[in-house]
């Protein structure tokens, strides 16, 4: 992606800067996160880019434990209406996962491909993922949801948006590399963020492999650590095993400090679940 900050991304942090400035911001979202316990009184600045920079230090230090804490309370203040407090829990939100967005905006931008026309679809399903979020029913590993919510829709849209049709010229098509369409050269990008995202770093290696039927059972895997329908360990051992060149089972069983046998069955079980749980994933999509 050219170097340049897209202009909307811009636009974003300028109007950041603006809502900083507004002392009635920051007195709402302090109150906020002191209610609910997620600062001490001496702790929480009074300005509000203070705030937010205080919260995405402690994130950084405490890990993602600490992030569901606060992005959860904004979650619910954005989940209660239409009104001042909801849409300003929303604009917060977005600003927190904007670095995401730019990574997912530099990863899909293609040769020929404007980023601006790009970022227009990230951006817009990141402010649809925020507003959407079902935090009552999945307050759990909130950091991590919304990641993978803004990768499955960006995934989506962009297929929509960037899928061959008139609109793109056929030059503009065979800009792209190798040849490939647009969609299809975009979609293993997001997925490898994705898989690395929710800890799958079995998936990560190349990313050249998460095409056809293994890009499916990693974004299926990815899809089913999002909603704790598999554990971390789990979900590794399936992606390990179903790929070219998986080692046997003494060798993996051996890395994983397990027999063979005990393997096998960790295996199966992870499966069967996944295999329940599947008509729930080709919904979603």
């Not at 001496?42 to 992030?67: M, V």
């Not at 604009?91 to 020929?112: H, K």
């Not at 962009?158 to 056929?170: H, T």
């Not at 890395?255 to 992870?270: H, Q, T």
Request: with cysteine; hydrophobic share 45%; charged share 25%.
């Amino acid at each position: 992606m050219n170097s340049v900050q897209p202009t909307l991304v811009t636009r974003l942090n300028t109007e950041w800067e603006w809502l900083c400035a507004d002392r009635g911001n920051s007195d709402r979202v302090r109150a906020w996160m002191l209610a609910a316990g997620v600062l001490d009184e001496g702790q929480a600045p009074a300005d509000l880019g203070e705030l937010f920079t205080l919260l995405r230090r402690h994130s950084e230090q405490d890990g993602p434990e600490f992030s569901d804490i606060w992005m959860s309370v904004l979650l619910h203040r954005a989940s209660a209406g239409e009104g001042r407090d909801a849409e300003l829990a929303v604009r917060i939100l977005v600003q927190a996962m904007l670095p995401c967005a730019r990574r997912m905006l530099r990863d899909c931008v293609r040769s020929g491909e404007s980023s601006e026309d790009v970022a227009q679809v990230v951006v817009a399903s990141l402010w649809e993922v925020v507003r959407t979020y079902p935090i009552v029913r999945r307050p759990r590993r909130v950091a991590s949801g919304l990641r993978m919510e803004l990768w499955h829709r960006v995934s989506r849209e962009l297929k929509q948006e960037l899928a061959p049709s008139d609109c793109l010229d056929e030059a503009r098509l065979a800009a792209l590399p190798g040849g490939v369409e647009p969609a299809e050269a975009v979609e293993p990008l997001l997925l490898a963020r994705a898989a690395e995202a929710a800890g799958l770093q079995a998936a990560t290696s190349a990313v050249e492999e998460l095409e056809g039927a293994r890009g499916e059972m990693v974004a299926l895997l990815v899809w089913a650590l999002e909603r704790e329908v598999l554990t971390t360990e789990a979900a590794s051992g399936i992606c390990d095993h179903y790929r070219e060149g998986a080692p046997q089972d003494a060798t993996a069983a051996s890395a994983w400090g397990v027999s063979p046998v005990a393997l096998r069955r960790r295996r199966s079980r992870a499966v069967a679940r996944l295999r329940q749980a599947a008509p729930q994933w080709v919904e979603a999509a």
